[in-house]
């Protein structure tokens, strides 16, 4: 497998792991700081097993790092980058919803 396909391979893994609502919102929550899974949950309203099989998902993939303090989990973004790329897409979202709502008020009239 030459280099480029395994880059390819590699970025099909990472746009999947971000490609989830939950996962986007724990993206969002973290932000740059690192935080415990025991937080992660409650904001999340959803349950212990669905929330760490999404940070797993997500540290799988190269998107998060993860580290034991004691009993606690802790999580932050691997690479700043990251945050930087999900900020992208919700500023890119927010305009694709503006132009629809544009364009629905110029059908509405």
Partial sequence: ME???????????????????TRLKILQFLGDKEMCQCDIIPAMDKSQSTISQHLQIL??????????????????LKDERIRKIVE????????????I?????????
Avoid: H, P
């Fill in 59 to 76: 540290t799988n993939a190269g998107v998060l790092e993860s580290r034991k303090d004691g009993q606690r989990s802790l999580y932050k």
């Fill in 3 to 21: 280099v480029r396909d395994l880059i390819t391979k590699k970025n099909v893994e990472f746009l999947k792991a971000l490609a989830d609502e």
């Fill in 88 to 99: 992208l897409v919700s500023s890119i979202s927010k305009d694709s919803l503006l132009e």
């Fill in 101 to 109: 709502s544009k364009l629905a008020k110029i059908i509405g009239k």
